[in-house]
């Protein structure tokens, strides 16, 4: 605040009294813009999820997902990740895919599926990608296979700019070993699994 008529400053005068250096009533003022500042208290909020002691297949079910969409990013290459982080996350799908068949055979005997085990197990027999899932869980389990029993494992990880890839080997080392694309695979089996369920009036977890 100043004297418009002198230039003295008037930032500490009263208000209403006239201008120390010469007698003018009049004010100039000027305002300079500033910085506002807020502070806020954030609350940190967890999360607890329990389970109950039943044990439905729709658990094991979700995990299977949920291992499919990791492998699927790694395929994607949405974050540089090692060719055991590949790997694991392969052998996590296979695992989990393989694992469903108990559960839903455990539920089926429970009552609370209206599945009989058999069928479960029929079915599961007699798909080529569901029994190369278990060969590779098996495999990957044991290490090392009893006679009459498949070894299936992944052979390779092939890793770039644009996404990495695995490829497994069924029928490990042998002569008449194939080999099938890791993603493929584990998409394949899934479509399976829905298509007993569906063909059964089961709905799906979301």
């Excluded at 990791?70 to 996350?89: C, F, H, N, T």
Aim: charged fraction near 20%.
């Amino acid at each position: 605040m100043s004297c418009p008529d002198c230039g003295v400053s008037l930032d500490h005068v009263l208000s209403g009294t006239p201008c120390p250096n010469c007698g003018g009533m009049a004010r100039d003022v000027f305002a300079t813009p500033g910085g506002a500042f807020v502070s806020a208290d954030v609350v940190a909020v967890s999360t607890e999820v329990t389970k109950g002691d039943f044990r439905p297949w729709q658990e094991k079910w979700r995990m299977m997902t949920c291992a499919l969409r990791k492998l699927e990013a790694a395929y994607a290459g949405s974050a540089p990740i090692d060719s055991i982080e590949v790997e694991l996350r392969a052998d996590s799908f296979f695992d989990e895919c393989n694992h469903l068949w108990d559960w839903l055979c455990e539920n089926s005997a429970q009552g609370v599926l209206a599945i009989p085990q058999g069928d479960i197990t029929s079915y599961r027999d007699a798909s080529p990608d569901l029994t190369l899932a278990q060969d590779i869980c098996n495999t990957n389990k044991h290490h090392t296979r009893r006679a009459g029993f498949r070894t299936a494992r992944i052979r390779s990880v092939e890793m770039g700019p644009f996404g990495n890839r695995v490829s497994v080997e069924a029928g490990w080392g042998l002569p008449t070993a194939t080999t099938e694309d890791g993603l493929g695979l584990a998409c394949r089996c899934v479509a399976a699994w829905t298509k007993l369920l569906g063909d059964n009036g089961i709905v799906l977890p979301t």
